[in-house]
């Protein structure tokens, strides 16, 4: 029953939400690196925020330096949604909720410069996960399969965060997705969204990387970092800008120039990811090896696919040139 009165409320907040963005006109428009052709509604990814917070103060203030940190990342991202924010400004936010949150994982007993390598890798990854978030339902559904992978592992593998924590953020991501995860999406998470829960996912992989002291956790994040990783490469070959919006992840050209529904895509990366994480679970005597054989096979398909169909792309640019 306590669930149900919670993600009825945190359902009311996204209703209100959708009120007040519209008033404000808080929109995302199409342009030409958009994977969508609709006006719609932007930051509907707040109520990731909102669900951590209604754990907060349920659960007598629990983790707050983590908290104090996801309202930093949050605020910014919410502002740069309504109004662009310089990079500078995000990356001061960044490394200053990464900072708070290093403290809740109580990262600062480890050497320096773990420290230092573990903020930039980890505003990396936060900063990869909103990049991730360009179709309908990629977002919300990759993040289900995440959370529903770490709660099963809290439950019958290691204790490593509070049960609840996770079961309400996996509520709101819920109500997120049933106006994201379909044809014509209600609302976009916005950065608000999809910086808020990588922050939020990060925090749990981080616990229970310290607590197993076992890196190869972050092969639940395997998915999204091979194509993140390596298409900052191939950016960076075409001596782009990769501060800059694209449609270059593998993702993009099958929902784009392969014209596959953006339902489908996204329940492709998540199938793909829950089979990985799956093996990995039974694999964890050779996590490490396991990691890197992932990271091999999907780098392949990755460049396999790019080779094959990375032309529709090139040419789509043309053609778009042409019409200018």
């Known amino acids: 029953m306590e669930y149900i009165l919670i993600a009825i409320a945190l359902l009311a907040m996204e209703l209100l939400y959708f009120r007040i963005a519209d008033k404000l006109n808080i929109i995302d428009k199409p342009n030409e690196r958009s994977s969508h052709t609709r006006i719609t509604l932007r930051g509907g990814g707040i109520i990731f925020y909102v669900g951590a917070l209604a754990y907060f103060v349920t659960n007598h203030g629990e983790y707050p330096w983590f908290m104090l940190a996801l309202t930093l990342v949050a605020f910014i991202s919410m502002a740069d949604d309504i109004r662009s924010v310089s990079q500078g400004v995000r990356l001061l936010f960044h490394f200053t909720a990464m900072a708070l949150m290093f403290g809740q994982w109580g990262l600062y007993a480890l050497p320096w410069w773990w420290v230092a390598v573990a903020l930039v890798v980890c505003t990396g990854?936060?900063?990869?996960?909103?990049?991730?978030?360009?179709?309908?339902?990629?977002?919300?559904?990759?993040?289900?399969?995440?959370?529903?992978?770490?709660?099963?592992?809290n439950r019958a593998v290691v204790a490593f965060v509070e049960p609840d924590f996770i079961y309400i953020v996996m509520l709101s991501v819920l109500v997120f997705c049933l106006f994201?995860?379909?044809?014509?999406a209600k609302c976009f998470a916005g950065d608000v969204g999809s910086v808020s829960i990588a922050f939020i996912l990060l925090f749990l992989i981080g616990k229970l990387v310290m607590q197993t002291e076992d890196f190869s956790w972050i092969v639940l994040l395997a998915v999204y970092?091979?194509?993140?990783?390596?298409?900052?490469?191939?950016?960076?070959?075409?001596?782009?800008?990769?501060?800059?919006?694209?449609?270059k992840h593998l993702y993009q050209l099958m929902a784009n120039e392969l014209h596959v529904p953006h339902v489908l895509v996204s329940l492709l990366y998540m199938a793909v990811q829950a089979v990985v994480a799956i093996g990995y679970l039974q694999c964890r005597e050779n996590g490490y090896l396991y990691l890197a054989g992932c990271v091999v096979l999907l780098g392949i398909v990755y460049l396999v696919f790019m080779k094959k169909y990375y032309h529709?792309?090139?040419?789509?640019?043309?053609e778009k040139a042409v019409k200018s």
């Open 125 to 153: 990854i936060i900063n990869a996960y909103n990049f991730m978030d360009g179709i309908n339902g990629i977002t919300g559904g990759y993040s289900l399969v995440i959370l529903a992978v770490l709660a099963y592992v």
């Open 180 to 184: 994201n995860f379909r044809k014509r």
């Open 312 to 318: 529709l792309h090139e040419a789509s640019l043309r």
């Open 225 to 247: 970092g091979v194509d993140s990783v390596l298409t900052i490469v191939h950016r960076l070959m075409l001596h782009e800008n990769i501060g800059l919006p694209h449609r």
